[in-house]
């Protein structure tokens, strides 16, 4: 700050200048031109007191990060968002790439099953309620042909 200058005095030079970190203004040029004219216009206030609040304004931001950024950087705040879904479908899942090829496989046998056993009538309940399989109703031929063979024998009655 030069001697001139109405924040001579108000400011410090480690509250003006560049910022080590991140190369940009502490300030920016636009609100120091704020400051200087709030502090040069004559509305009937004493400078002095007016340079006391513009110390005290940056004394309220000095602990303000979010301040900082957004009034004496003129950055836009930060947006933060409660929407979490953005039909990207999943970042990161913690299931391992082979439980995820089980569950896959497990479906494909499951419907390959579900193919047989409609394409075999049973699914459909097609027939009696005691045949439940095909060698169940093997089975039932098998004993139901040993009786009729049985009963033509002779001396069986």
Known sequence: MK??????GVLSESQVGLDPLTGRPR????MLAEMRGYIINDDGVDRQ?????????????ENDYFGQKTILILEPPPIISQLVDRGKGHIFNFETQDSINAKAKGEKDGQRMMADAIRSGVAMGIGSLE???QSDQRADSFVEELASLMMALPGQA
């Open 27 to 30: 300030i920016v040029d636009e």
């Open 49 to 61: 007191v007016k340079a006391e609040r513009v110390r005290a304004s940056l004394k309220d931001l």
């Open 3 to 8: 001697v001139g200058d109405p924040l001579y």
């Open 131 to 133: 045949r439940h399989t």
